[in-house]
């Protein structure tokens, strides 16, 4: 089945303990990328990659950092979580840019 | 820069009744207009597109058409059902795109929709 997968799905943690949410895509996409969706903001872009080891910037990449090393892989980074990063993170992918973008399920993260 | 405004919610419906969710945007030229669907606990599903002026898009029973003129990219379901009930986000991708495939969101409509 072809399908965006994330872990955790669900996540608390303290601040500062280092954390990393995988995502993982089997449609061999070329484009990932990386939302936090907050209540009454909508969906924001944090970072999104156009192939393997090309990654840039998106609307709120502050205390973030991704890697592209494989293809079907692309994990967020959270090097010292602090609360304001509490949030319900999606990974998606797409075949290449300008194509239909596949959702993961979700992570929702809780940082005390 | 680019913005998206929904209506903000919750819809609260009868089964079979008519459901309109507005949406408008702010962009510049001719961007791709989406809708997506969050049922509860799932990722972001594809509902419509519609990527020129005056196109419709459909599925499911729901439609909505890209006015240029309104910049407006309106959600329409003329009998919804229970199943139908979720979370609505209006979208769009800017013309041209460059090399990031971003998509600008509203912050989501929850729609209930009651027996």
């Known amino acids: 089945e072809a399908q965006v997968t994330q872990n955790p799905r669900y996540l608390i943690t303290v601040t500062g303990k280092k954390l990393t949410v995988t995502c993982s895509q089997n449609?061999?996409?070329?484009?990932m990328s990386w939302y936090r969706q907050d209540p009454g903001l909508g969906l924001r872009q944090i970072y999104y990659?156009?192939?393997?080891?090309?990654?840039d910037k998106g609307d709120v990449p502050e205390g973030y950092k991704v890697s592209r090393k494989e293809k079907r892989n692309f994990p967020l980074i959270l090097e010292s979580p602090s609360p304001n990063q509490t949030s319900l993170y999606f990974c998606a992918s797409s075949l290449r840019t300008g194509y239909e973008q596949y959702f993961g399920p979700g992570t929702r993260l809780t940082v005390t | 820069g680019d913005s998206v405004t929904q209506m903000e919610g919750p819809v609260t419906l009868s089964e079979e009744a008519c459901l309109t969710i507005?949406?408008?945007?702010?962009?510049?030229?001719?961007?791709?207009l989406f809708w997506y669907v969050q049922y509860p606990g799932e990722g972001l599903q594809l509902l419509l597109k519609a990527t020129k002026a005056d196109d419709k898009g459909s599925n499911k029973g729901f439609e909505a058409t890209y006015r240029k003129e309104t910049t407006s990219f309106h959600l329409e379901k003329g009998s919804v059902q229970v199943s139908d009930s979720a979370v609505y986000f209006c979208a769009l991708r800017p013309m041209g795109g460059g090399s990031n495939y971003k998509l600008t969101f509203g912050k989501g409509t929850l729609l209930t929709v009651n027996p």
């Open positions: 990659s156009m192939n393997v080891e090309v990654t």
């Open positions: 507005n949406c408008t945007y702010t962009a510049t030229g001719y961007p791709s």
């Open positions: 449609m061999n996409h070329e484009y």
